[in-house]
């Protein structure tokens, strides 16, 4: 009888999948860019967050990696991001934070895991023009 009751706890999806199944990937990932965007008080923050996002992602799986080298940010530019945390970033109310439940919540499927959390980077580098996003005169 427990095992069950465990079998159906592990079905349940969770709030960020749920949202994905009825608005999909890009209106979700749009969304919850904003909303990590809105903990990023100023470009220096938002760069040290996507340094180490950049980071992470070329340490993943091969989409991680994918996204990572077409970031427009150089290995030299990134290495040891996450050697360098700042409360702003890292913090317990911080961005990262933030992004990490989230991307938790689809921990049962590694491939949507990280098709969510590359998209809201990459939203994110858009907004603040970082990366492949720095405009030319910058």
């Not at 989409?63 to 940010?73: D, M, Q």
Request: hydrophobic letters at 35%; glycine letters at 8%; aromatic letters at 8%.
């Amino acid at each position: 009888m427990a095992c069950k009751h465990l079998q159906k706890l592990f079905q349940k999806k969770s709030q960020v999948e749920t949202l994905i199944d009825k608005d999909g990937i890009d209106l979700v990932t749009d969304h919850f860019a904003e909303v990590v965007a809105g903990k990023l008080t100023s470009g220096e923050i938002a760069y040290q967050f996507i340094l180490e996002e950049v980071e992470g992602a070329s340490m993943g799986d091969s989409v991680s990696k994918r996204f990572a080298s077409n970031s427009g940010i150089k290995p030299e530019q990134y290495w040891s991001a996450l050697h360098n945390a700042m409360p702003e970033v890292d913090g317990p109310d911080g961005p990262q934070q933030l992004l990490h439940g989230l991307s938790l919540q689809l921990a049962k499927n590694q491939k949507l895991m990280t098709e969510f959390r590359c998209s809201v980077n990459d939203k994110i580098m858009k907004k603040f023009g970082l990366g492949r996003y720095q405009s030319w005169s910058d």
